[in-house]
Nanobody
Framework: QVQLVESGGGSVQAGGSLRLSCAVF????????MGWFRQAPGKESEGVAG???????RYEDSVKGRFTISHDNAKNTLYLQMNSLKPEDTGMYYC????????????????????WGQGTQVTVSS
């Protein structure tokens, strides 16, 4: 069984930075994919960044050039470095994972993931 535990959320002013971490407990033993999703109050969840581990990466258009997703195999941890944060980045951020790789076009699709963390809150003030 795989468990995901996020950390690193907080409150920052616009223009600031945060780094989210997602620790993976358990092992996929094969190829897998991971991603970050967020949900703002009153809005639907959206994919922020996703990667087929060891392969391709995809970003949501509004975070390109500001956010960087990465994975540390040795620490079995997924990261999301968020720079130049904006108030519209505010929301609950969730880490997700699934066995296997997928077409890059699906890396930001919620239904393509079946393991989820509990979420970490990010609040950006203007």
């Amino acid at each position: 069984q795989v468990q995901l535990v996020e950390s690193g959320g907080g409150s920052v002013q616009a223009g600031g930075s945060l780094r989210l971490s997602c620790a993976v407990f358990g092992s996929f033993y094969s190829t897998y994919r991971m991603g970050w999703f967020r949900q703002a109050p009153g809005k639907e969840s959206e994919g922020v960044a996703g990667l087929n581990i060891g392969e391709n990466i995809r970003y949501e258009d509004s975070v390109k050039g500001r956010f960087t997703i990465s994975h540390d195999n040795a620490k079995n941890t997924l990261y999301l470095q968020m720079n130049s944060l904006k108030p519209e980045d505010t929301g609950m951020y969730y880490c997700a994972a699934a066995y296997g790789w997928t077409n890059s076009g699906f890396l930001l699709t919620q239904s393509k993931y079946n393991y989820w963390g509990q979420g970490t809150q990010v609040t950006v003030s203007s």
